[in-house]
């Protein structure tokens, strides 16, 4: 059984804030598998969420995040614990202010939960706790977790999104936005993969990989291009995690005139986040305007953030760029000073980011597929799993040639899905083996996994 912690409180003041997920866990996984730790709110009808036309029925909402409507009776048959009522008071009356009082749950233990959440995991672990997941760091909760031994899941939605990219998540055993295990496991990705290595895409072929097809054709011409900026500002949400907790001692305003003291204000951009509360206003520097971020970093020759993911966006791009928060990026870029790196070195950085420290979004909530990463596989064999499920792969076929190329029946299939096919049905069966090996009737593949 996995427990999942939906955050009390949250940004944007919503009373349930991460609604979307507790529905498309709902869609995703069996009843008996899951219990959640929640409020109230969340155990609303979802009708009657309906009739008030509140944004995670919508259709815009089933169709962005993949899910349908719960019935009102998959929501009051869930498995829950709600949390008990005033237990945040003390914080709130603290702070007196939901954002503040979210932040310091993030980071800092605080006692009533962590009281709470021991008392109440303890109780769940009759019932065998496999893992926890959470959508967001929550020092409290890692606390009583680790007490009992039981590893917390931090899920989050990926820095590649649609309608640019192919849609992926963030999977980390340690935390998400800060706090991440992204420099730990890229240092085991290159044991595995030397620079150069004939089973690593370049960079053009990653993109070509995660890019949805309009934007494909787009980047296919102009590839390469110069840009417009030397520097590029991309702001972020005010009220969002990234910058509550992660930020340092960095914002917006600090930010563009850090920028602003190194290049000249023609040269500089600055995009606003399209969500942004309090929008970056000026009489002498520019703001981008462009459809996407997307053509806001091809535009520009260096990206500056606080930790953004248009900065793994800019990488992706053959941009600079230049991180101030914490981010699973941040630590790679640091190290280059955020200056140019050589190119086979980024691209052996990005196809960790994209194809092992990210996971294609089908595999969000797939409850076999945690389990099996809960086994603690080598990088080598999630680099195969999650490669063989991303929907565009092209050009990844010289690993399985030059060791199964006398078997003509396995290698069709293998050509079908490496020329842009989707995936066949013999592959994902290799693939979803309950050890996660690569395995066929005709042909061992665990060699992949070496």
Same mark, same amino acid.
């Given at each position: 059984?996995? *427990?999942v912690y939906?955050?009390?409180l949250?940004?944007r003041?919503?009373?349930?804030?991460?609604?979307?997920?507790?529905?498309?866990?709902?869609?995703?996984t069996?009843p008996?598998?899951?219990?959640?730790?929640?409020?109230?709110?969340?155990?609303?009808?979802?009708?009657c @969420?309906?009739?008030r036309?509140a944004?995670?029925?919508?259709?815009a909402?089933?169709?962005k995040?993949?899910?349908? *409507?719960?019935?009102?009776?998959q *929501?009051?048959?869930?498995?829950?614990?709600?949390?008990p009522?005033? /237990?945040?008071?003390? !914080?709130?009356e603290?702070?007196?202010?939901i954002?503040?009082?979210?932040?310091? @749950? !993030?980071?800092?233990?605080?006692?009533? !939960?962590?009281e709470?959440?021991?008392k109440?995991?303890?109780?769940?672990?009759?019932?065998? %706790?496999?893992?926890?997941i959470?959508?967001?760091?929550?020092?409290?909760?890692?606390?009583?977790?680790?007490?009992l031994?039981i590893?917390?899941?931090h899920?989050e939605?990926?820095?590649?999104?649609?309608?640019v990219?192919?849609?992926?998540?963030?999977f980390?055993l340690?935390?998400?936005?800060?706090?991440? +295990?992204?420099?730990?496991?890229?240092?085991d990705?290159?044991?595995?993969?030397?620079?150069?290595?004939?089973g690593? /895409?370049?960079?053009?072929?990653i @993109?070509?990989?995660i890019?949805?097809?309009?934007?494909?054709?787009?980047?296919?011409?102009?590839?390469g291009?110069?840009?417009?900026?030397?520097?590029?500002?991309?702001?972020? *949400?005010?009220?969002?995690?990234?910058?509550l907790?992660?930020?340092?001692?960095?914002?917006?305003r600090?930010?563009?005139?850090?920028?602003?003291s190194?290049h000249?204000?023609?040269?500089?951009?600055?995009?606003?986040?399209?969500?942004?509360?309090?929008?970056?206003?000026?009489?002498?520097v520019g703001?981008?305007?462009?459809?996407?971020?997307f053509?806001?970093?091809?535009?520009?020759?260096?990206?500056?953030?606080?930790?953004?993911?248009?900065?793994?966006?800019?990488l992706?791009?053959?941009?600079n760029?230049?991180?101030?928060?914490?981010?699973?990026?941040s630590?790679?870029?640091?190290?280059?000073?955020g200056?140019s790196?050589?190119?086979?070195?980024?691209?052996?950085?990005?196809n960790f980011?994209?194809?092992n420290? !990210? %996971?294609p979004?089908?595999?969000?909530?797939?409850?076999?597929?945690y389990?099996?990463?809960?086994?603690?596989?080598?990088?080598?064999? %999630?680099?195969?799993?999650h490669?063989?499920?991303?929907?565009n792969?092209?050009?990844?076929? +010289?690993?399985?040639?030059?060791?199964?190329?006398?078997?003509t029946?396995?290698?069709?299939?293998?050509? /079908?899905?490496?020329n842009?096919?989707?995936?066949?049905?013999e592959?994902?069966?290799w693939?979803n083996?309950?050890d996660?090996?690569?395995?066929?009737?005709?042909?061992?593949?665990?060699?992949?996994?070496?």
């Open positions: 059984m996995f *427990v939906l955050d009390p949250g940004p003041k919503a009373p349930a804030t991460q609604l979307w997920q507790f529905y498309k866990l709902l869609s995703r069996n008996q598998e899951v219990h959640f730790l929640l409020t109230e709110p969340y155990l609303e009808d979802p009708d @969420l309906s009739a036309h944004v995670e029925t919508s259709p909402a089933v169709e995040y993949g899910y349908p *409507v719960p019935t009102s009776r *929501v009051s048959s869930a498995s829950a614990s709600i949390f009522e005033g /237990l945040f008071t003390p !914080l709130l603290r702070f007196g202010m954002d503040q009082a979210w932040a310091t @749950l !993030l980071t800092d233990v605080y006692e009533p !939960l962590y709470y959440l021991a109440e995991l303890n109780q769940l672990s009759k019932r065998n %706790i496999e893992g926890v959470t959508w967001a760091n929550n020092a409290s909760l890692e606390k009583a977790a680790s007490e031994n590893p917390v899941i899920n939605v990926g820095p590649l999104r649609a309608p990219y192919q849609d992926s998540a963030y980390d340690r935390g998400v936005n800060g706090n991440t +295990d992204s420099s730990r496991r890229y240092a990705f290159i044991r595995h993969f030397e620079i150069g290595d004939p690593l /895409l370049s960079r053009k072929e @993109l070509q990989t890019l949805k097809p309009a934007f494909a054709a787009s980047f296919s011409q102009t590839f291009s110069s840009p417009q900026f030397e520097a590029g500002v991309a702001l972020q *949400v005010e009220d969002d995690s990234n910058i907790a992660y930020a340092g001692s960095w914002n917006s600090s930010l563009v005139s850090y920028v602003l190194h000249t204000a023609d040269q500089t951009t600055v995009r606003n986040h399209p969500l942004s509360s309090f929008p970056f206003v000026s009489s002498t703001l981008d305007n462009s459809p996407s971020s053509h806001f970093v091809e535009s520009c020759q260096t990206v500056f953030t606080i930790n953004s993911s248009v900065g793994i966006e800019a992706l791009l053959g941009r760029s230049r991180f101030f928060g914490q981010n699973p990026a630590f790679w870029s640091a190290d280059s000073g200056g790196r050589a190119e086979s070195d980024t691209a052996r950085f990005l980011l994209c194809f420290y !990210l %996971i979004d089908s595999l969000l909530f797939d409850f076999e597929y389990r099996w990463r809960l086994t603690r596989p080598t990088e080598k064999q %999630i680099w195969a799993r490669r063989a499920l991303w929907p792969i092209s050009s990844v076929v +010289d690993p399985f040639t030059k060791s199964f190329a006398s078997g029946g396995i290698m069709s299939k293998l050509l /079908l899905w490496c842009g096919g989707s995936v066949p049905f592959l994902h069966a693939v083996t309950s996660g090996n690569l395995f066929s009737t005709e042909f061992d593949l665990s060699y992949w996994h070496q």
